[in-house]
């Protein structure tokens, strides 16, 4: 489409980014055919075509209110859409792009401030994460429905963890939420490598990938982020760590993204570049290993829901399924797959009703095959399903490694 940006969106930072993206559109509207939020409201404004036409008005009119920011903040960033987009439009891009700038024009109201504040004072820091769970199961009894949704029904511990005892090394993003709502996550990812010959090397100065602050609108923290965890990673790199594994796909999908959101920085653009190049979620890892070396049969039925994040940021979908299939897992199909469940990150306190109604669609979805259990790649996405008290959710991996443990 045609641009023409005013004279104060082109100060703004990446405003020749927005310009490029905005111009590789032809405002087909094939992405509404796939938008959650577009199907489940029916407004033109709350699909992907509706959003660009916003930011588009807001950087060549200066046109912006709290309804624009509205829309935006509706947007599940899902990557739906880029999957469907026959010109290849980057939306996410422009997306944060629009949505930074605009969060400097229209001021939130106090509660919103303060729920966005608190999510990112708390959940980038695993150690106060941890604590504030332990608070909630405690007081799990009296804690109000819409609380105690958002906490595991059961944490299963982690066991333990092999030592590093081969040559093969990865690194591992323990994540901020997972070591506190599903602990045995990495666990068991750590003792299915070690069943393949690959430790799994520390890296204890890393820590959040940054996502929660860059998506929040609070990009500068999150890009500081992204270099302490260059920093962290660095040493191991140089010393041979063939791969930075995610088993949090959300996470893993913002990892592979460091290249070019530090594309600028002259200090950590090569480095960032070789971490981006590292990144692998842990399927693209166990996917290239000989999984029929360790004699698992499992009978056990599943319907997988692949995250957003696998499937449309990172381009992984059927990947896991795949995986499972060759271990010996029955799946179930899935109508619907390519849509979001509604966690989205911090979404689904952020806009609890819409996040709610995706998820009852997605359990639907998911459990229409009459699965034993429901099984996923992303710790956000998890918790948000098994929080409705339907069919237990698991990550993948732990599944695996019961198996093995188990034999069945």
């Known amino acids: 489409m045609q641009t023409n940006l005013s004279e104060a969106a082109k100060r703004l930072a990446h405003a020749e980014e927005a310009e490029r993206i905005l111009r590789s559109c032809v405002h087909c509207g094939f992405c509404n055919a796939t938008c959650p939020t577009y199907q489940e409201l029916g407004d033109e404004l709350d699909g992907p075509r509706g959003r660009i036409y916003l930011i588009k008005q807001f950087l060549e ?93 059961a944490i299963a511990p982690a066991g333990v963890r092999p030592a590093e005892r081969h040559k093969r090394r990865v690194l591992m993003l323990e994540g901020c939420v997972q070591p506190a709502l599903s602990p045995n996550t990495n666990a068991a990812t750590a003792r299915v490598l070690d069943r393949l010959g690959i430790s799994i090397a520390t890296a204890a100065q890393a820590g959040c990938c940054g996502a929660v602050d860059y998506h929040l609108n609070a990009q500068d923290t999150g890009l500081d982020r992204a270099r302490r965890n260059i920093d962290a990673w660095w040493p191991a790199i ?24 530090l594309r600028d920085d002259p200090q950590y653009a090569a480095k960032a570049k ?46 896991v399924e795949a995986v499972l299939k060759r271990l010996g897992f029955n799946l179930t199909a899935v109508p619907d797959s390519h849509l979001c469940c509604g966690s989205a990150g911090t979404y689904s306190l952020t806009q609890p009703k819409l996040s709610h109604q995706l998820r009852d669609n997605k359990l639907d979805a998911l459990e229409s095959g009459r699965p034993d259990l429901i099984a996923t790649a992303n710790i956000g996405c998890q918790t948000h399903l098994d929080g409705a008290g339907r069919t237990p959710v698991r990550h993948w991996i732990e599944l695996v490694d019961h198996a093995l443990t188990t034999g069945s």
Do not use: M
């Not at 605009?102 to 106090?110: F, N, Y």
């Open 61 to 153: 009119q200066d046109e912006v209110s709290e309804k624009t920011q509205e829309h935006l903040d509706r947007c599940l960033t899902c990557r739906n859409c880029e999957t469907t987009c026959p010109s290849g439009v980057e939306y996410h891009k422009l997306l944060d792009i629009g949505r930074a700038a605009i969060e400097v024009r229209v001021p939130r109201p106090l509660g919103e401030r303060l729920l966005r504040g608190g999510l990112r004072a708390i959940v980038p820091r695993p150690a106060l994460f941890k604590a504030l769970v332990n608070t909630g199961e405690a007081l799990r009894p009296i804690l109000p429905v819409a609380l105690r949704s958002h906490l595991p029904r």
């Open 274 to 319: 070789r971490v981006s190049e590292l990144a692998r979620d842990l399927v693209e890892v166990i996917r290239a290993e000989p999984l029929e070396n360790l004699g698992l049969h499992c009978d056990q039925t599943l319907a997988f829901h692949c995250p957003c994040t696998l499937q449309h940021a990172q381009k992984l979908g059927g990947a």
């Open 238 to 261: 140089e010393n041979g760590a063939e791969a930075i594994v995610q088993t949090a796909s959300g996470c893993g999908a913002f990892v592979k993204e460091y290249a070019y959101l």
